[in-house]
Nanobody, 127 residues
Framework: QVQLVESGGGFVQSGGSLRLSCAVS????????MGWFRQAPGKEREFVAA???????IRYSVPVKGRFTMSRDAKSMAYLEMHSLEPEDTAVYYC?????????????????????WGHGTQVTVSS
């Protein structure tokens, strides 16, 4: 049974920082591209970041680039370091696993469809 469990969300003031973690089990972690998505109230879920199997190729969405850093370890964890948080970052953040891709490759943005999802962790940024 595949499980992705996010943690680290919370309430923070504008300009603050948070670190999200995603614990993965039930699949071969090293086989999967990992990603973070978010969904704000009343909006569609949107892409935040994705990291290749090697950890060397990382893609960020424009709103978070330069403020967020995604990483992964060799075993089963993915992370999202978030700095200079803004009220516009308020959302439920979801960890996503898959698909399989080349070691340093990421799927094209237009064709990035994760296979597995976590249940999400709430991030609230006050002004």
């Amino acid at each position: 049974q595949v499980q992705l469990v996010e943690s680290g969300g919370g309430f923070v003031q504008s300009g603050g920082s948070l670190r999200l973690s995603c614990a993965v089990s039930g699949l071969t972690f090293s086989d999967k591209v990992m990603g973070w998505f978010r969904q704000a109230p009343g909006k569609e879920r949107e892409f935040v970041a994705a990291i290749s199997r090697s950890g060397r190729n990382i893609r960020y969405s424009v709103p978070v680039k330069g403020r967020f850093t995604m990483s992964r370890d060799a075993k089963s964890m993915a992370y999202l370091e978030m700095h200079s948080l803004e009220p516009e970052d308020t959302a439920v953040y979801y960890c996503a696993a898959g698909p399989f891709s080349g070691w340093d490759r990421l799927p094209p943005s237009s064709d990035y469809n994760p296979e597995y999802w976590g249940h999400g962790t709430q991030v609230t940024v006050s002004s």
